[in-house]
């Protein structure tokens, strides 16, 4: 399948790029920051219920699916941080890859000009 692109589209689309990166780059930085104030949460929690004395059990097996239940609002929070963290993460590759794709075809079109 080939594809034809109008040199003013490849101009507009390259110099609206930066932009677009700039905001995924910031999507991604504030996701990753989420996420690491999200497992700060987690272990703040797990460390108020292991040191007051909140979990009881027979064996190890048991005290750590206590804090586990415990937590469990943490621990969603984290793996929901993750889940927006990697999609920010996917997003700004995209982004990358496309910024790639388009001046490879620039400079395609730069030689075909030349000719």
Known sequence: MTT???PTDLASRLL???SRLEQA???ALAAAQALASAKEAL???ETYFLLG???DGKNQAERDAKLRDLTSPERLEVW???ERA???ALRL???QEESRALRSVARLVGREEEE
């Open 25 to 27: 780059e910031r999507a």
């Open 4 to 6: 034809t692109i109008q």
């Open 43 to 45: 272990i703040d929690q």
């Open 80 to 82: 929901e941080a993750q």
């Open 16 to 18: 609206a790029l930066p």
């Open 53 to 55: 004395g909140h979990i």
């Open 93 to 95: 590759r995209i982004i």
């Open 86 to 88: 990697a999609e920010a």
